[in-house]
């Protein structure tokens, strides 16, 4: 079983809370995603494809990876229909394999500390550019369904400027494993 990538963002983002992600062994359950389309001004895709982007149009189920404020790795989740330009952001994990790595990693033994935010997503998992237009449902990557439905809470996402209003950042309700508690 594998999450539906041919949804909205919006749809997907709900959807892949709970699920986990494996990195070669590496990763957690996903706790807080944000969804970001083609007509959403504060998405990477709203103005068409670019040399960074291009994955983002890809096919659905694929990885886009970019930089940010040059130090960060985020992975994205490819979504919706190939050339369509939607997909939908890892903010947080809880960790649960790995975690010795992932402490290596990000230089901290405070779990909540590993992956909560999508740079320290990157560094926990170790993504890089060279995961950009990888496919999801393959080695590297593993994705277990949940065990069980999740409770999801929503609100206006962050760290942008443009749309930030939209209610499109999803996480597990009640999670002490957000990069910022949901409203």
Partial sequence: MTPNFNESPVALARQLLGWTLLIDGVGGVIVETEAYDVDDPASHSFNGPTARNGAMFGPPGTAY??????????????????GHGAAVLIRALEPTHGLDV??????????????????RVGQALGIDRAFDGL??????FQLIAPAAAVDVA??????????????????????????????
């Fill in 65 to 82: 990876v970019y930089l940010i404020y040059g130090l960060h790795w985020c992975l994205n989740f490819v979504c919706r229909k190939a």
């Fill in 135 to 140: 496919t999801l449902n393959a080695p590297p």
């Fill in 102 to 119: 992932m402490r290596q990693r990000r230089h901290t033994a405070d779990i909540r500390l590993l992956a909560a935010g999508p740079g």
């Fill in 154 to 183: 929503s609100g206006p996402r962050i760290g942008i400027t443009k749309a930030a209003e939209l209610p499109w950042r999803f996480g597990v309700a009640g999670s002490p494993f957000l990069s910022r508690r949901l409203a």
